[in-house]
């Protein structure tokens, strides 16, 4: 457990700037203590006990305003920064050594069965405000820049941008955008989208309060 806990703060150390030490780390990183009480939630989960996978898992929402389903799959050294809104649904899977900043949703579209989340690879970057939505396949060492929709598969090693996310670089080179006068995005559905994702963080922002007014009113 010891090497675990090790190995969880060695990764935020190298990926933010702004640690400063292993007692900080294990104490004030919302981040850490999700991934944590995941490990635990799943453990509980695998073993046949439900409820209390779930409660672990609500508490943890409460406690840091990260919900993370206790069937989600998350591989090694995964850094949550700062944390507050992100979601990751249940049959989520994400691969080694990723990171997710806050915001972040990782969820179904309400359509599909069975498998109803993204699969992650490894070495994936999302951005802030970023939604990944339904039984696509993000490739590894992709980066979704903050804000995107992302609806399909992201091949390995390419940038995502956008509403609904295009390519726009793979292997670190443009992407040509071809011009087409046919296929024209609707103005008015991207403004849906935009409307949609501000009052979902304005929902974040709400929910962050309200859970910070009731450790408040705990103490």
Same mark, same amino acid.
């Given at each position: *457990? ?18 400063? $030490?292993?007692?900080? +780390? ?23 006990? &439900?409820? /209390? ?12 305003? +990260? ?8 591989? &090694?050294?995964?850094? +949550? ?5 992100? !979601? ?26 069975? &498998? ?8 994936? *970057?999302?951005? $802030?405000?970023?939604?990944? =939505?339904?039984?696509?396949? +993000?490739? %590894?060492?992709?980066? #979704? ?5 992302? =609806?399909?598969? #992201? ?7 956008? !509403?609904?996310?295009?390519? !726009? ?24 989208? @935009? *409307?949609?994702?501000?009052?979902? /963080?304005?929902? %974040?922002?709400?929910?962050?309060? @309200? ?9």
């Amino acid at each position: *457990m010891f090497k675990q806990l090790k190995e969880d703060v060695q990764t935020i150390r190298s990926r933010d700037p702004a640690a400063r $030490s292993f007692l900080e +780390i294990w104490l004030l990183y919302n981040g850490l203590k999700a991934v944590r009480s995941h490990r635990r939630a799943q453990w509980c989960s695998k073993h046949g006990f &439900k409820f /209390l996978a779930r409660w672990i898992s609500q508490r943890c929402v409460r406690r840091t305003n +990260i919900e993370i389903h206790p069937d989600a799959t998350i591989g &090694k050294r995964l850094f +949550i920064d700062h944390g507050t809104g992100v !979601v990751i649904g249940e049959t989520t899977e994400i691969g080694d050594d990723c990171t997710i900043y806050q915001g972040v949703t990782l969820g179904g579209t309400g359509k599909d069965k069975g &498998k109803r989340h993204p699969t992650l690879g490894n070495h994936v *970057m999302v951005g $802030s405000g970023a939604k990944v =939505l339904g039984p696509i396949r +993000i490739g %590894n060492n992709v980066r #979704i820049a903050a804000g995107a929709v992302v =609806l399909s598969d #992201i091949p390995d090693n390419s940038t995502a941008v956008g !509403v609904p996310a295009r390519v !726009v670089r793979v292997n670190g080179e443009k992407v040509p955008q071809e011009l087409d006068q046919i296929h024209i995005p609707d103005p008015v559905s991207q403004e849906l989208c @935009k *409307m949609r994702h501000e009052l979902q /963080l304005m929902k %974040n922002q709400l929910d962050a309060l @309200k859970a910070s007014a009731e450790r408040q009113d705990d103490l």
